[in-house]
């Protein structure tokens, strides 16, 4: 008997036929689709040759002359008049085909994936034929607002319907390869290319699946648009020079900003007049990648390869996919802020009467709403980006084209700014501000990235950046009690880190431990440390007064079948505590009592802060991980206002 991480679980070989007959019964019995396959030992080392292959399937799970057909590919198909020049109707058939394969191939427990095709194929129908009939756009502009889709500015629509194929593509040939008839199906990856890897990507399917609807349950995008045209509080703010001839706004009292909950205290009427214009989230395409690891697409989620083997172990571990998912959540608000920041220098510009005092005056003007606040914010924080490339002298220059100026800035340090806010939103929401576990995971993980040692300057930095947002905020009396400065957050983010980085598993798993306590410990590269944690503090207090919500970072920490406690483990010998949010222990498939052998759990994150922390990858230990999150885990969460 093995267990395996295809859509075929398990495999039996089974010598006595009065069992292989029960066998059989049993599955008939129980509706589970299986294949027979009897087969003749032809020589001694064990090698079989199959004579005959039987396939079961109850009709619940698979009907072979009842192949569904999706909305678009009957459209599609209908509608298809095949040009040798037309690119993006080849891209429709190709779409096609991918859905038909999806919706064909998918049954059981796997069925969610049709859920995800029908959800990616209304998006699709949007990007292809407009988002309604009375407003037609030409195939080369931006999908319209209400896609919930988070793209590149740059991207039209035939770069999403390619990134759309490549990703459906991928998903077929890896979750879906192995279904019934096993020996006609595909599967890109040689170390899994008989029965595919169905089961560690419905597994990691589940986990974007719980991300994308916690910030679903609490409506975050509606809350962050109803927020955004909101009258800014001006009392909480007053504009001050930093010494750069370029003002900007400062907090008057942080302890207020760290404490804000915009987004939460935004009534429910005014959070539903924004339903109609926030599409509907679909769960991103997700799949394992050899060469892009955990990155984010505009319809794709990926994570790596050595996870399907290795996701018991920091390193490879599927926790740090909310990085990933945090970036769908911010970029199209992020890129929406900093482009209305370029139309106002673009005005500026073409107004005719610009340089230096003109662009202070646009920054000292007080912000009509938050959106008004968020733009000059961001594009504050790419003014401070680019006095790091310029001098003074070459920055009041450069106002006098101040669009063409920050057009290329926009270019150069947008991104840097994106990276830095989902830093920031992940360590607050989904991580609870919890440093050891958030360091950890996250170095963790770096640390097998061949070029991490290249941007381990760049990398010390996003991660203080993150740890500040829980320091910004502190009152002038916790940090007398440390002999700090009311406003020294960034010595008190810095100490933070060391302080994890002294303990394990950092202490001793982390090869670089040594180099990042040599930029702390040398005074200059400590300057320049704290100069660009200065750089970037206008990024926090944006966070806690334009992105925050305390609800999405509640109903992230919550399961209510979480039964916390300390349990003894032994690592390489030496026992060890460790805190646990689940008792039920690891590998265990088979118990009398179903709370151990069937546990079932409705939050993945604790459940991989539980269950990847080993040291070293082990197949075993991830594949029993990986089953759990793909058939334990009940995707019914708890909601926003607390009931299950």
């Known amino acids: 008997m093995w267990l395996s991480i295809g859509v075929h679980s398990l495999i039996l070989i089974c010598r006595d036929e009065e069992l292989d007959e029960d066998l059989r019964n049993t599955c008939l019995q129980s509706q589970v689709p299986f294949e027979r396959w009897l087969v003749d030992e032809t020589d001694q080392k064990g090698s079989y040759f199959g004579t005959e292959v039987e396939q079961f399937a109850n009709d619940e799970y698979y009907s072979p002359t009842k192949v569904r057909k999706t909305k678009l590919a009957v459209e599609t198909l209908s509608n298809a008049s095949i040009e040798a020049d037309d690119a ?30 029908k959800g990616i194929e209304k998006l699709a129908s949007d990007l292809v034929n407009g988002h309604d009939d009375e407003n037609e756009q030409d195939a080369s502009e931006d999908p319209p607002e209400g896609t919930h889709v988070q793209l590149n500015g740059s991207m039209d629509r035939p770069d999403l319907l390619l990134t759309l194929n490549a990703g459906l593509s991928r998903l077929a040939s890896q979750a879906l390869s192995g ?81 804000s909950n915009n987004l939460d205290s935004i009534s429910s009427e005014l959070v539903d007049q924004f339903e109609d214009d926030v599409g509907e989230a679909a769960t991103p395409i997700t799949f394992f990648s050899g060469r892009d690891g955990f990155m984010n697409g505009a319809l794709t989620t990926s994570a790596p390869l050595p996870s399907v083997l290795g996701g018991n172990s920091y390193q490879w571990n599927l926790g740090t996919i909310t990085h990933e998912i945090s970036h769908r959540i911010l970029g199209g608000h992020i890129f929406d802020r900093v482009d209305d920041f370029l139309d106002d220098m673009f005005d500026l ?68 700014i994106e990276e830095l806010l989902v830093h920031i939103f992940d360590f607050y929401h989904f991580y609870g501000t919890n440093s050891e576990t958030y360091c950890s995971f996250v170095w963790l993980s770096w640390a097998v990235l061949p070029s991490i040692q290249e941007k381990l300057f760049e990398y010390v930095i996003r991660t203080l950046v993150a740890l500040g947002v829980k320091f910004i905020g502190r009152d002038e009396e916790e940090d007398s009690d440390e002999g700090l400065e009311e406003d020294d957050w960034r010595e008190l983010a810095i100490s933070d880190f060391i302080s994890v980085l002294s303990q394990e598993p950092l202490l001793s798993r982390l090869p670089m431990r040594e180099d990042i306590e040599n930029f702390f410990e040398d005074d200059e590269k400590r300057d320049e440390i704290l100069h660009y944690l200065e750089t970037y503090e206008p990024l926090l207090l944006l966070f806690h007064m334009y992105f925050k919500s305390d609800k999405l970072r509640t109903n992230a920490a919550k399961d209510r079948n979480a039964n ?81």
């Open 564 to 644: 916390p406690g300390n349990r003894t483990v032994v690592r390489n010998g030496v026992k060890e505590k460790r805190y646990y949010h689940y008792r039920f222990p690891n590998d265990l498939f088979v118990s009398e009592n179903p709370a151990i052998g069937r546990p079932k759990f409705t939050n993945p994150l604790l459940f991989l802060r539980d269950y990847s922390r080993e040291e070293l990858p082990s197949a075993a230990q991830s594949a029993w991980l990986l089953h759990m999150l793909a058939f334990n885990l009940d995707l019914r969460h708890t909601d926003p206002e607390g009931e299950n």
């Open 88 to 117: 993006l109707e080849f891209m429709q058939i190709e779409l096609c085909a991918l859905l038909s394969v999806i919706e064909g191939r998918s049954r059981g427990p796997f069925s969610v994936l049709v859920d995800d095709a």
């Open 179 to 259: 279904t019934s008839p096993i020996l006609r199906t595909e599967c890109h990856f040689w170390p899994h290319s008989f029965l595919g890897t169905g089961v560690a990507n419905l597994a990691l399917r589940n986990v974007a699946s719980f991300l994308t609807s916690l910030t679903d349950d609490i409506k975050y995008d509606q809350r962050l648009y109803a927020h955004g045209e909101q009258p800014f509080l001006t009392d909480h703010f007053t504009v001050v020079n930093i010494g750069d001839g370029f003002p900007d706004f400062v907090s008057i009292d942080r302890t207020e900003v760290s404490r």
């Open 349 to 416: 510009q073409e107004s005719g009467a610009v340089g230096c005092a003109e662009v202070n005056k646009y920054f000292q003007e007080q912000p009509r709403d938050y959106n008004d606040y968020a733009t000059k914010m961001l594009g504050r924080s790419l003014m401070l980006l680019s006095c790091l490339d310029f001098d003074e002298l070459e920055m009041k220059r450069s106002m006098a084209e101040p669009f063409d100026f920050f057009f290329e800035v926009d270019e150069r340090h947008t991104g840097d």
